[in-house]
């Protein structure tokens, strides 16, 4: 049997996605899929009778800008970081950091308008899945509200910038998914109820 010719290749094939980056990627679907479910399930139940229609509370459509705002802020954050202007990469993650909280504070305002309209989760079906979903988005909103703050502290050790984006790069596209994934939810109420 005759020997090949040439120089023995001992190169790792490189992909053209991380790990890591893989991982977050199938943790978003596994994410999406959830709230895939627990959508069908509400047009499931809605389908069976008993359902009270209400007006979704104003808080929610703050919710929508403030997320729609931190995500463009976070964009800018992310581009600012690839041409290393570190300084411009921390006011990026302040913004987003304070939409981000305040998203999550516009969430507890229509938890609040909810109740002062008498609409409490352990009602109607209709209002105890609006309180559930959105609540499990909001922590999935406060895990990468998490993941920002770490990146930030990154960033203060001169760990952000173009050759290492790997952190941020994964946060921003979280965080896109979230308000991409909020977008979907807000209109799925505002449409469904």
């Known amino acids: 049997m005759a020997e090949m010719a040439g120089p023995r290749r001992t190169e790792r094939r490189k992909f053209a996605v991380e790990p890591i980056e893989f991982l977050m990627w ?3 679907v596994s994410v999406f899929m959830i ?14 009778g008993n359902w009270l229609a209400f007006t979704l ?19 800018w954050t992310f581009s600012q970081a690839k041409k290393n202007e570190l300084g411009k990469v921390k006011t ?15 969430q507890l305002l229509a938890y609040s308008q909810l109740v002062n309209i008498g609409l409490f989760l352990n009602g109607n079906p209709s ?3 609006l309180y559930v979903i959105t ?3 909001a922590l999935h909103m406060v895990s990468a ?23 941020i790069r994964l946060v921003t596209i979280f965080w896109h998914f ?10 799925f109420f505002y449409f469904m109820n």
Not at 35 to 48: C, M, N
Not at 62 to 73: E, G, Q
Not at 92 to 106: E, Q, S
Request: zero cysteines.
């Open 135 to 137: 609540f499990i988005h």
């Open 57 to 75: 509370p104003t808080a929610f459509l703050l919710s929508t800008a403030l997320v729609v705002l931190s995500s463009i802020a976070m964009q």
């Open 26 to 28: 199938a943790f978003m």
């Open 92 to 106: 990026g993650m302040v913004i987003t950091l304070l939409l981000g909280l305040g998203f999550v504070g516009a």
């Open 127 to 129: 209002v105890s899945f």
């Open 145 to 167: 509200i998490i993941a920002l703050i770490v990146i930030f502290a990154q960033a203060f050790r001169f760990q952000v910038h173009s050759k290492k984006l790997m952190g």
């Open 35 to 48: 709230f895939a479910g627990f959508t069908s399930g509400y047009i499931v139940r809605k389908g069976d």
């Open 178 to 187: 979230l308000g991409i994934l909020w977008i979907y939810l807000y209109g």
